[in-house]
């Protein structure tokens, strides 16, 4: 079953503009992570917050985390498009559940 | 370069013709895992693995065998191909204890 729900499923912006995306997920987690996909091929980890933590930045992107909404967002500042992707939300552990992702474009 | 590899990167075949899909890391991770990703449904896990010869199913085991005989290897085996697997597969791995996975570059099975 999948853990996360990424909202939402597509997103289209100009560069410099900022990027928001939401997680909401369904069972208590001890982190959550987000990663990005470039088209087709493997995902690669972006940030991970632990349960304990609201906020958490990495250079261009802040991820927010809400346990009492079970959400989760990612805001990518001053996008580029580069950053055009896909966006998924994940729990950590040994079963891992990821959500459908966000769909990002970013256009010139 | 610290990588996880998998072949083949595009396979074609038929119904019922059995077929290994290779994955390798060469970080001397512990964990393994294998994912498929279909539109719409996005990545659901197939089986993972804590360490040598010790695998789980994760959401959709159906129609896969995995083994972990070596720690760099972790092979996935469709035994009898049908159409619905037709998928993206990835795999991927991690050290025990950190949280960042590193994943293979896929591997788009068309199963006809």
């Known amino acids: 079953s999948q853990q996360g729900e990424e909202d939402p499923q597509a997103l289209s912006i100009q560069e410099g503009e900022n990027a928001t995306m939401n997680c909401s997920y369904k069972t208590s987690i001890n982190n959550l992570q987000w990663y990005r996909q470039n088209s087709g091929r493997g995902l690669v980890h972006l940030i991970l917050i632990r349960s304990n933590e609201r906020e958490k930045h990495s250079g261009r992107l802040r991820v927010t985390l809400d346990t009492s909404k079970k959400s989760s967002s990612l805001l990518i500042t001053a996008s580029r498009a580069a950053d055009t992707a896909s966006y998924f939300c994940s729990n950590s552990g040994y079963a891992l559940n990821f959500g459908k992702g966000t769909s990002l474009l970013v256009t010139p | ?112």
């Open chain 2, 1 to 112: 370069e610290a990588q996880v590899t998998q072949n083949p990167r595009y396979l074609i075949t038929v119904t019922g013709k059995k077929l290994t899909v290779t994955c390798s890391q060469n970080m001397n991770h512990e964990y393994m895992s294998w994912y498929r990703q279909d539109p719409g449904l996005g990545l659901r896990q197939i089986y993972y693995s804590m360490n040598v010869e010790v695998t789980d199913k994760g959401d959709v085991p159906e129609g896969y065998k995995v083994s972990r005989k070596e720690k760099r290897n972790f092979p996935l085996i469709l035994e009898s191909p049908s159409p619905n697997q037709t998928s993206l597969y990835f795999c991927a791995s991690r050290r025990v204890g950190v949280n960042e996975q590193y994943f293979g570059p896929g591997t788009r099975l068309t199963v006809t």
